[in-house]
T-cell receptor
Framework: DAKTTQPPSMDCAEGRAANLPCNHSTISGNEYVYWYRQIHSQGPQYIIHGLKNNETNEMASLIITEDRKSSTLILPHATLRDTAVYYCIVRVDWEGNKLVFGAGTILRVKS | DTAVSQTPKYLVTQMGNDKSIKCEQNLGHDTMYWYKQDSKKFLKIMFSYNNKELIINETVPNRFSPKSPDKAHLNLHINSLELGDSAVYFC????????????FGSGTRLTVV
């Protein structure tokens, strides 16, 4: 699976949109972009994933560039409870393929 | 209803002891996993089972032995515990290829003294 690069940390004001970038310049055509987050002392939580098109669900939006070499996770109205480590993972969906976590981005939402 | 439940939540034990952590999922998933998160906060996969069959076995000491009695359960048994085994262990489950995302449990914090 392709590697990803994320900033180590970001700050966001409460109520504002949090835009978390991820670079995956070596992504291949059958690799999905997944986002997970881990709130302190909890298990990781699946947020969203996509292949080519932008995706939106009740938690977030995922914007993938046309060349698929980078993506942005958008939390439209960040709250203090969104403070967490956010992981961008590129992965081919097949049985036996591991979900490999990197260092992620620590997002701090501040009041 | 808790989707992926692990027991116990906390486990403090002495070096050399044998302990087990249990995991159950009620999501109807057919694949389950064990991850380890050490003090540096990196999450690393240890094992994966699909329908009771081992499909991922990372470089883990053979003191760690997973057991899957059925596809809803994946337990982790650890023999001869060492100080370095202290970590948080997460169980997770997914559909076969993980295409809809993994669901993680809340973790078991193991402390070996």
């Amino acid at each position: 699976d392709a590697k990803t690069t994320q900033p180590p940390s970001m700050d966001c004001a409460e109520g504002r949109a949090a835009n978390l970038p991820c670079n995956h310049s070596t992504i291949s055509g059958n690799e999905y972009v997944y986002w997970y987050r881990q709130i302190h002392s909890q298990g990781p939580q699946y947020i969203i994933h996509g292949l080519k098109n932008n995706e939106t669900n009740e938690m977030a939006s995922l914007i993938i560039t046309e060349d698929r070499k980078s993506s942005t996770l958008i939390l439209p109205h960040a709250t203090l409870r969104d403070t967490a480590v956010y992981y961008c993972i590129v992965r081919v969906d097949w049985e036996g393929n591991k979900l490999v976590f990197g260092a992620g981005t620590i997002l701090r939402v501040k009041s | 209803d808790t989707a992926v439940s692990q027991t116990p939540k906390y486990l403090v034990t002495q070096m050399g002891n044998d302990k087990s952590i249990k995991c159950e999922q009620n999501l109807g998933h057919d694949t389950m996993y064990w991850y380890k998160q050490d003090s540096k906060k990196f999450l690393k996969i240890m094992f994966s089972y699909n329908n009771k069959e081992l499909i991922i076995n990372e470089t883990v000491p053979n003191r760690f032995s997973p057991k899957s009695p059925d596809k809803a359960h994946l337990n982790l048994h650890i023999n001869s515990l060492e100080l370095g085994d202290s970590a948080v262990y997460f169980c997770a489950s997914s559909h076969r290829a993980g295409e809809s995302g993994y669901t993680f449990g809340s973790g078991t914090r193991l402390t070996v003294v």
